[in-house]
Structures are given as structure tokens and as C-alpha cells.
């Protein structure tokens, strides 16, 4: 098995650079766009990241690229070009994020860029931070379309090539953060059918007697080969996995997390290849933590680096 679960013949070597497409996956997608014509004008990064989620096999990836069409069809969607990269006006995302409380803002966080030590694509998602009632299927699954196509813009084709990494933190989560409805149970399946995640790695942190009720809900909804990828992690432990720029300040790492600038970055790197977001202008709403949230904040990785101290000291 190779490090990113793809054939030998598509493993980048130093020779490489991050955007290099091996001759084969020209062929296979030439092959793709006979198969599919929906899908001739998408960015080629974008159905590369199809291919890369089945493995190269072009059956399986034409499959799954029409469901993600018709997908995006059903949400009243454009289909994605390389003129209009990201589908999804800016402004209706501003919109929907700014009538989220101030912790569900905070659900995920995520910059462009932001990679673990093996350069696989890397968010956070804080659990105490969800909560189902703040908006409904279409806007969130819109929302994730939105994201995923900023993904595909702003990251390099090699950590696409590498897969993706998720922490999950249980701190102070409670069931009302939890959806039972048949609507957030379809929710999360649809995230993982209609995007190519390709999880390579589910980091548990803080985790609880909640985390068990969550581990037997995924066994319902999720594969059995994703279910094997979990890993009950510490949050001390996180340093030896990501970069410490990578790594939010309360676990340890440099990163002051701001989720009202990732739209502003991705949009500034749009800029730089001569691209724009769709429609009009868009406003983000503000951030600010409160005393309380800062000291919460600050006991944790108080909490996590004397942990890390002693852990460091045991392996001397």
C-alpha cells in the first residue's frame, strides 16, 4: 500500500512539482470527458480530484462524477469552469455564515493551504460548535460546495493527490450538537458521496462517552475502510503530526484562527490568477471572542503543552 492509497505509477518522486499530471491521467481524463460531456469544461484539477477518489479507475470516477452533477443541478448550481472556478456565489456563503451564532462559526476550522507533516489537506472541526438547527440541508450542502471547490482552486495539486486529514475535537460536546433527524443523517452521507474527501486520517481528540454514541451512528452511515482510519489521538500528541503553523494556538500551535479571513484568502489568490468569486459583492461579519472564550482557550493549551512537557520527558 502507498502512503496516499494510489497505484505506484501515480506516486510523485522529488523530480516532480506539486502540479505535475502524469501522462496516463491525460489519457484517463481525455477518456472521462468522451464518457461524460458534462464535464468537459470543469477545471482540470477538479475531475483529476474525482479520479484521485477512485483510485484512477475511470468507471468508478465517471459514476461518481454524475451524481455530484446532477448534484449540483438539483441545488441550481453552475457548472464549475476554469473562467469561474468556484460555482458557488461568494455572497450567498457571507450570508449564510453570518446568521450562524458566534461558536458556529467556529464549527470548522480551516485555511487554504493548510496541510498536516505529510502534506494531506488538513481542517478541524470543534463539535461543541455544531448546531443542526442553524440552517438547513440545501444551505450546508451548498455551503460544502462552495469549500470543496475552494479546496480545489487553492490547494496544489499534490496534496490533492495526498488526500485529506481530519481532527475532530469532543471537548464539552453534548448530544444537542449531534443531528439524529433523517435530514442531518443524509447530510453526512451526502458529504461523503457527493465530494471526493478521500480521508486518509480521523484524529479523536478530548473525546468522551459521546464518542462511542458517534462511533456506532458512523457505522451506520459511513465505510467500514473510513471507520478503520479513526484514531484516538491527545491533543499533545497533534505536534508530532502537523506542522506547528498548522496546528490552532489552544492546541499547542502559532495559529491565532480567524474564520472570517478564509473567503479573504482564497479570494486574494483567486485575484492573482486573474479570477473572481461569482456575483455580487459579499460582507463578513466579525469574530470576537469573548474574556471567557480567550481564557478557555489559553487553560487549554496551558493544559495541552504541560501534557506535551511530560511526554517529550518520558521518551528521552
Same mark, same amino acid.
Given at each position: ?16 512539482? =506539486? ?13 472521462? %470527458? ?11 484539477? #477538479? ?5 484521485? *477518489?477512485?483510485?484512477? &479507475? ?12 446532477? *448534484?449540483?443541478?438539483?441545488?441550481? !448550481? ?11 456565489? *461568494?455572497?450567498?456563503? =457571507?450570508? #449564510? ?37 442553524? /440552517?438547513?440541508?440545501? /444551505?450546508? !450542502? ?38 439524529? +433527524?433523517s435530514e442531518g443523517m443524509k447530510l ?24 462511542? $454514541? ?13 471507520? &478503520?482510519?479513526?484514531?484516538? +489521538? &491527545? ?21 491565532? $484562527? ?7 484568502? #482564497? ?7 486573474? %479570477? ?17 472564550? !480567550? ?13 506535551? *512537557? ?7
Amino acid at each position: 500500500d502507498t502512503p496516499n492509497g494510489l497505484a505506484p505509477e501515480f506516486q510523485l518522486t522529488p523530480e516532480h512539482d =506539486a502540479e505535475y499530471v502524469f501522462p496516463k491521467e491525460l489519457e484517463l481524463l481525455k477518456e472521462l %470527458k468522451e464518457k461524460l460531456p458534462a464535464v468537459k469544461d470543469f477545471p482540470q484539477k #477538479v475531475l483529476l480530484s474525482f479520479l484521485f *477518489a477512485r483510485k484512477h &479507475d475511470i468507471e468508478r470516477t465517471a459514476e461518481f462524477l454524475k451524481i455530484h452533477v446532477e *448534484a449540483l443541478v438539483k441545488l441550481g !448550481i453552475q457548472m464549475p469552469t476554469d473562467e469561474e472556478p468556484i460555482p458557488v456565489p *461568494a455572497k450567498f456563503v =457571507a450570508d #449564510v455564515y453570518n446568521k450562524k451564532s458566534n461558536a458556529g462559526k467556529k464549527e470548522i476550522l480551516f485555511k487554504p493551504r493548510l496541510v498536516d507533516s505529510q502534506n494531506r489537506m488538513l481542517c478541524y472541526q470543534v463539535f461543541r460548535n455544531v448546531y443542526p438547527s442553524e /440552517s438547513e440541508y440545501d /444551505s450546508k !450542502i451548498t455551503l460544502m460546495t462552495f469549500w470543496w471547490y475552494c479546496n480545489f482552486y487553492a490547494y496544489p495539486l499534490s496534496s490533492l493527490r495526498a488526500g485529506m486529514v481530519y481532527v475532530m475535537d469532543f471537548k464539552g460536546a453534548s448530544t444537542k450538537n449531534m443531528d439524529y +433527524s433523517s435530514e442531518g443523517m443524509k447530510l453526512q452521507r451526502d458529504m461523503l458521496s457527493l465530494f471526493p474527501g478521500r480521508v486518509r486520517a480521523l484524529y479523536l481528540i478530548n473525546t468522551g462517552w459521546i464518542v462511542n $454514541v458517534l462511533i456506532k451512528m458512523g457505522r451506520l452511515i459511513y465505510k467500514k475502510k473510513l471507520m &478503520d482510519r479513526i484514531v484516538m +489521538s &491527545d491533543a499533545s500528541e497533534l505536534l508530532d503530526k502537523m506542522d506547528i503553523d498548522s496546528l490552532p494556538y489552544e492546541y499547542g500551535g502559532n495559529w491565532h $484562527v480567524d474564520m472570517t479571513s478564509w473567503i479573504v484568502d #482564497v479570494e486574494e489568490i483567486l485575484k492573482k490568477n486573474g %479570477k473572481k468569486f461569482l456575483g455580487e459583492a459579499y460582507t463578513l461579519e466579525e469574530i470576537h471572542d469573548t474574556p471567557e472564550e !480567550i481564557a478557555a482557550d489559553e487553560k487549554m493549551r496551558g493544559r495541552v503543552m504541560r501534557k506535551r *512537557a511530560k511526554m517529550l520527558e518520558k521518551r528521552k
